[in-house]
C-alpha cells in the first residue's frame, strides 16, 4: 500500500518500560532509549492512500489519522511500533482494515492549519470518536512548528525512524515492513493539548502532563510491503537499549 503522510504532529510522552510492555503482543518488548520509552499521540493528513505505487483510491485515499502508539523490539532486533489506536475520518477505511486486523476507529477529525503563508503558522489536529470503543472520546491538540532542524537529533530519531510495525495475528508476532526517505524534521512549540484518547488506549492520565518531545514534519511518501512472523524476544533479552 502505497500512501503520503503530510501536516505530521509529534507529541510524546517518556515512560518506564514495564508500563507499555503488558500492552504489547506476546514477544514483541518494548524499544528503549537511555533506559526509557515512549507513548506517542501523533496526527497527520494521509493522502493518496492506494494499491500499489502511485494508485491512490478514488474518495477514499485522503483523509486526517491520529494515532497512538509505542516504541518495540523483536528477538531479530528488528524496530517498530505497536499501534494501540487509530482513529480516521473514512468509515470504509475503518472497515476494510479492521477485517484485516488492523484496529481503526471512525472518528471525526478536523486539520487545524493557520496555513504555511502565517508567519506564526500553528498546526494541530481535533477528533471525536463516533462510534465504539470509548465513543465520544476527543483530542485536541496544536503545535508552533520552529525552524530548527532536528532531523540529527538521535531521540529524534529513534522515534521516527520506524521501518514497519509489529502487531500479533493468532497469537504469533508479525512484522508489517513500511519503507519512507528520511523524515524531515523541525522542533516544534506545544500550543494546547487537550487528550482521552492515550488514556483509552490504556496509559492512564499520562497526557495530563507536558510531552517531553514536540516535533513537527510537512511529511514523506510511504509504501507498505507485505507482513511477515517476527522473531519473538527470548527471555532475558528485552532489555536492550538504543543508547547501550
Given at each position: 500500500?502505497?500512501q503520503?503522510?503530510?501536516?505530521?504532529v509529534f507529541l510524546?510522552?517518556?515512560?518506564e518500560p514495564?508500563?507499555?510492555?503488558?500492552l504489547?503482543?506476546?514477544?514483541?518488548?518494548?524499544?528503549?532509549?537511555?533506559?526509557?520509552?515512549y507513548?506517542?499521540?501523533?496526527g497527520f493528513?494521509?493522502v493518496g492512500?492506494?494499491?500499489?505505487?502511485?494508485?491512490?483510491v478514488?474518495?477514499?485515499?485522503?483523509f486526517g489519522?491520529?494515532n497512538?502508539?509505542?516504541?518495540s523490539?523483536d528477538?531479530?532486533?528488528?524496530?517498530?511500533?505497536?499501534?494501540r489506536?487509530?482513529?480516521?475520518?473514512?468509515?470504509a477505511?475503518?472497515l476494510a482494515?479492521?477485517a484485516?486486523?488492523?484496529?481503526?476507529?471512525?472518528?471525526?477529525?478536523?486539520?487545524l492549519?493557520?496555513?504555511?503563508?502565517?508567519?506564526?503558522?500553528?498546526?494541530?489536529y481535533?477528533?471525536?470518536?463516533?462510534?465504539?470503543?470509548?465513543?465520544n472520546?476527543?483530542?485536541d491538540?496544536?503545535?508552533a512548528p520552529?525552524?530548527?532542524?532536528?532531523?540529527d537529533?538521535?531521540?529524534?530519531?529513534f522515534?521516527?525512524?520506524?521501518?514497519?510495525m509489529?502487531?500479533?495475528?493468532a497469537?504469533?508476532?508479525?512484522f508489517?515492513?513500511?519503507?519512507?526517505?528520511r523524515?524531515p524534521l523541525?522542533?516544534?512549540t506545544?500550543?494546547?493539548?487537550?487528550?482521552?484518547?492515550i488514556?483509552?488506549a490504556?496509559?492512564?492520565?499520562?497526557?495530563?502532563?507536558?510531552?517531553?518531545s514536540?516535533?513537527?514534519?510537512?511529511?514523506?511518501?510511504?509504501?507498505?510491503g507485505?507482513?511477515?512472523?517476527?522473531?519473538?524476544v527470548r527471555?532475558?533479552?528485552?532489555e536492550v537499549d538504543e543508547?547501550?
Amino acid at each position: 500500500m502505497d500512501q503520503r503522510w503530510e501536516r505530521l504532529v509529534f507529541l510524546h510522552w517518556r515512560v518506564e518500560p514495564h508500563i507499555v510492555a503488558p500492552l504489547l503482543p506476546r514477544g514483541i518488548a518494548p524499544d528503549t532509549y537511555d533506559g526509557f520509552t515512549y507513548v506517542g499521540l501523533i496526527g497527520f493528513e494521509m493522502v493518496g492512500a492506494g494499491l500499489g505505487y502511485g494508485r491512490p483510491v478514488p474518495h477514499l485515499g485522503t483523509f486526517g489519522e491520529i494515532n497512538v502508539r509505542l516504541y518495540s523490539r523483536d528477538g531479530d532486533g528488528r524496530r517498530g511500533v505497536v499501534f494501540r489506536s487509530l482513529d480516521a475520518t473514512r468509515a470504509a477505511v475503518v472497515l476494510a482494515t479492521n477485517a484485516a486486523g488492523v484496529r481503526y476507529r471512525w472518528s471525526h477529525i478536523d486539520i487545524l492549519d493557520s496555513g504555511v503563508d502565517d508567519p506564526e503558522r500553528t498546526v494541530g489536529y481535533r477528533s471525536r470518536r463516533l462510534a465504539p470503543p470509548h465513543r465520544n472520546a476527543t483530542t485536541d491538540f496544536v503545535v508552533a512548528p520552529g525552524t530548527r532542524d532536528m532531523s540529527d537529533d538521535p531521540l529524534s530519531v529513534f522515534l521516527t525512524a520506524r521501518w514497519g510495525m509489529h502487531t500479533s495475528v493468532a497469537g504469533r508476532p508479525v512484522f508489517v515492513p513500511n519503507t519512507h526517505r528520511r523524515w524531515p524534521l523541525r522542533d516544534a512549540t506545544l500550543v494546547r493539548c487537550d487528550d482521552d484518547l492515550i488514556a483509552a488506549a490504556g496509559l492512564g492520565a499520562l497526557a495530563t502532563r507536558p510531552p517531553d518531545s514536540v516535533l513537527y514534519s510537512d511529511g514523506v511518501r510511504t509504501q507498505f510491503g507485505r507482513p511477515y512472523l517476527a522473531t519473538p524476544v527470548r527471555p532475558g533479552r528485552a532489555e536492550v537499549d538504543e543508547r547501550r
